[in-house]
């Protein structure tokens, strides 16, 4: 499975972003993670191959929404009220659940997105 993330750039606070990532290949959960400067990779949200959506709270804060086109194996965030806290290399990524817990199997190259006035 090769991921090709696609969105990103530079935005001023409160704007909004789209982030997509096309997929080749068989996919399943797919899956957003972000990696601040300085910081460890966190997973930002999830969507099953059915749309069913999970999302991390403490990131997300009800800005953020993640959506799938299975037709065209495509991903995508849609990113609003951005803050420069938000400022992030973004993954996009296919993986599994497995109970509770996602495991991430494939990764793409990231997509910078940059928050600043």
């Known amino acids: 499975v090769q991921l090709q993330a696609s969105g990103g750039g530079l935005v001023q606070p409160g704007g909004s972003l789209r982030l997509s990532c096309v997929a080749s290949?068989?996919?399943?959960?797919m899956a957003w993670y972000l990696q601040a400067p300085g910081k460890q990779r966190e997973l930002v949200a999830t969507?099953?191959?059915?749309?069913?959506?999970?999302c991390k709270d403490s990131v997300v804060k009800g800005r953020f929404s993640i959506s799938r086109d299975n037709a065209k194996n495509t991903v995508f965030l849609q990113m609003s009220s951005l803050d420069p806290e938000d400022t992030a290399v973004y993954y996009c990524?296919?993986?599994?659940?497995?109970?509770?817990?996602?495991?991430?199997?494939?990764w793409g190259q990231g997509t910078q997105v940059t928050v600043s006035s």
């Open positions: 290949g068989s996919i399943n959960v």
């Open positions: 990524v296919n993986g599994i659940y497995r109970g509770r817990y996602y495991y991430p199997h494939h």
């Open positions: 969507i099953t191959s059915d749309g069913v959506t999970s």
